[in-house]
């Protein structure tokens, strides 16, 4: 571990513009920051205040900090020459550093992904540039970081790294030793590249292990949705470009995105966000790492991206006997209003061989014909077609979809072991005034008690909830804890009378606590990919949800909801 020079408190005075309270309140709100980066603020008795911590954490902190002031500081960097029409963020780096020039850094950059037909995205690129600058200016300075914990670099990030430190030796004409180069392996690992030039240029950069990972979890997702992406390639390529370094980022608790983003992300969708939360467990448990909602968060986006292209696929018919008119204006409505449906066919009801032989999901029309028409579903709209005919149309897409799903969860022939135990299921009266962790620690002890999960799930809980919240929306949580700990796969549920503060603005009052493990011993897999489903439509459903929590009795519950994870009809 690594310790920073003293420095008295004249000395902070001194360089702050502040008075000796100021300091003092100053030097308080630090030490709070620096503890949360596992960094020490000790004060030796007599002589003044130092530092404490791993190096990796003092640059992960410098990183953090340089972003912060260049969302803070408004005033123009100092001007580097003709890098201030270049690049703004040169001149930062360069204020950043107190004279160090990073022209070099920023053209070695540049050159290292034409040499390997790619390009790093905006942020990245940025966070690349402040990162290679500290190394070499801590080179410069002979302060070269020593022995770096690095895990097992994937061959193409060490032949990037490889080429940065060659070149970044030539350019500064230094001698960059062993840990300055692991560490600049860690630093091409964090970056996420944009996109390649061509496919031979990516295959050089894929992973076989992650890639059989990122195909367990669009199978995962593909299940919960009821859509199928095996065959979408862009989703495969955005993923794999994305957690190539959001894994490397998690082991080293390296964040990119803001949390005002991963806010408006989860409150906007919801129900996408929880597919996003469910899938991070699989991460979780297969590359042995903790996901925060910032990678929540963008798996959440790239999931809402595939589903926007799925969409695209979704065909329905328009019957109406009312003319042609009739017919392209509901059409044009439609597709304004849901631009993610095409429509395949205009027909009346004469049309039957027409309707029978096409491709249409479902049928949209103006006439009373039934539920069903020739085989294909129906929706009967208004000629106008009102916001409630848009609302019925939406939730037919969404019925066709679960439909997928119950088929593979009817497929399992044999229903060992029940999700739901009455015994877990927790009711709780107006007159009980709870609070998160004692909440979670009592339904963790019933778990254990029940043999369910060992010791250690407890805590493997509140860890969870430390790093990012488990609230989904619509009051409703789906806390989970490691799956070492879990002996038997099982649900455990809270039913509140009263919503209780769940995470800073956040409530809840429906809580799953899941203890689920991804593999076949009890026989569950269709079972837990059907509780998905459900709870999806649970926040896409206030009737469906109000149903739900109406449920007064244990047993009641515990059989509802395990009827539903078997693939019985009748949610709500």
Known sequence: RRSSDLTSMANLTKKLYLSKSGVKKALSEAETWLLGRDIKLQKVRGKGYQTVCAEMSRRIALLELFRDMQKCDKRPAEPLGKLEAKSNLGNEIFSFFGGFNPLG?????????????????????????????????????????????????????????????????????????EGESKYITICVSTSEINNFVDVLSLERCEEKALCKVIDKLVNLVSNIIGINFKYDKTLFVNLFLYLRSAIERCRYQIHNMPDSICQKIKSGYQNIYTVALTASLLLEDEMQIAMGDNEIGMLTLYIIEAVCRANSNVKICILCNYGIGISQFLKQKIERFMPNISVSILATTQDTEKIINSDCDFIVTTQNIGTSFNGKDVIVVDNLLLPYDIKCIEKEIARIRRQKLNKIAVNEKHFQVKLFDKNCVYIADNSEQLEKETLLKNMCVQLEKSGYVLKGFLNSVLKREERSSTGIGKHVAIPHGSTKFVIRPVISVAILKKPMLWNKNEYADLVFLLALKQDDTFNTKSQMMKFYSVLTTLIDDEDCLKYTKGICDRDGFADYMNKLTKGDDGLC
């Open 105 to 177: 850094v920023m053209d070695t950059i540049h050159k290292t992904e034409e040499n390997f037909g790619m390009s790093f995205n905006y942020a990245s690129k940025r966070q690349l540039a402040f990162c290679l600058s500290l190394s070499v200016y801590e080179c410069k300075v002979n302060n070269a970081i020593g022995e770096v914990p690095i895990l097992d670099a994937s061959p193409f990030n060490c032949e990037v790294a490889k080429d940065i430190t060659k070149n970044l030796q030539n350019v500064y004409n230094i001698t960059i030793p």
